[in-house]
């Protein structure tokens, strides 16, 4: 007789200790809220809209760009540097911390995902891991970027390509998996890495 899955047992925080992170008040504030009045145009300025992530939490530096249509699951399990680019519908689906360094850009249609599901589990376990993009980097449009992906300082992730391992640090990859293509060399620089990296 083989095992089957049963999607009735499944209980996130029984079966890997799972932690939302804030009250239910707050959750229900940001769910009905926050996270409708972030995704909408009518907020006239992008400021309000860090704003209105600082206020649920959200570690922003100084100079964010967030546009309209930007969806962010748990906006106190985001932590973002100074001078971040957040593009038009980008998705940030963080059930684990989402980390980008200074002067970071995502762009339209961009989706970060820190959950996924043990298959082999009956219950389909939550497994969950955190993402970190670096200083400098670039994922373009339409990227997706999976569950402990890192991507290295000044690094670009090509429009439409997975990322589900790391991007070391001056590389720019592409495709499904994302694979590499070419170093990248900004005008002016002398290619510097501070020690982050893969």
């Not at 499944?10 to 239910?24: K, L, M, V």
């Not at 009045?37 to 964010?64: K, N």
Request: charged content about 20%.
């Amino acid at each position: 007789m083989s095992a089957t899955v049963d999607l009735s047992t499944f209980d996130a925080a029984a079966q890997s200790g799972y932690d939302i992170g804030r009250s239910f008040a707050l959750r229900s504030a940001w769910f009905f809220l926050g996270s409708p009045l972030l995704r909408s145009a009518i907020l006239p300025s992008s400021s309000l809209r860090v704003r209105l992530l600082r206020w649920f939490g959200a570690e922003i530096g100084d100079g964010a760009v967030v546009k309209p249509g930007v969806r962010i699951k748990f906006p106190w399990k985001l932590k973002a540097g100074r001078n971040c680019w957040l593009g038009e519908d980008c998705w940030i689906d963080n059930l684990a911390t989402v980390t980008l360094g200074d002067n970071v850009c995502l762009s339209q249609a961009v989706y970060l995902c820190t959950g996924s599901h043990d298959w082999t589990d009956p219950s389909f376990g939550l497994i969950t891991r955190s993402i970190r993009i670096d200083d400098g980097a670039w994922v373009a449009a339409r990227v997706s970027v999976g569950p402990g992906a890192i991507i290295g300082e000044h690094a670009v992730a090509g429009f439409g390509s997975v990322v589900t391992g790391c991007i070391p640090p001056y590389e720019v990859h592409g495709g499904n998996p994302a694979v590499f293509l070419r170093k990248r060399k900004i005008n002016g620089s002398k290619m510097a890495c501070t020690g982050k990296g893969c």
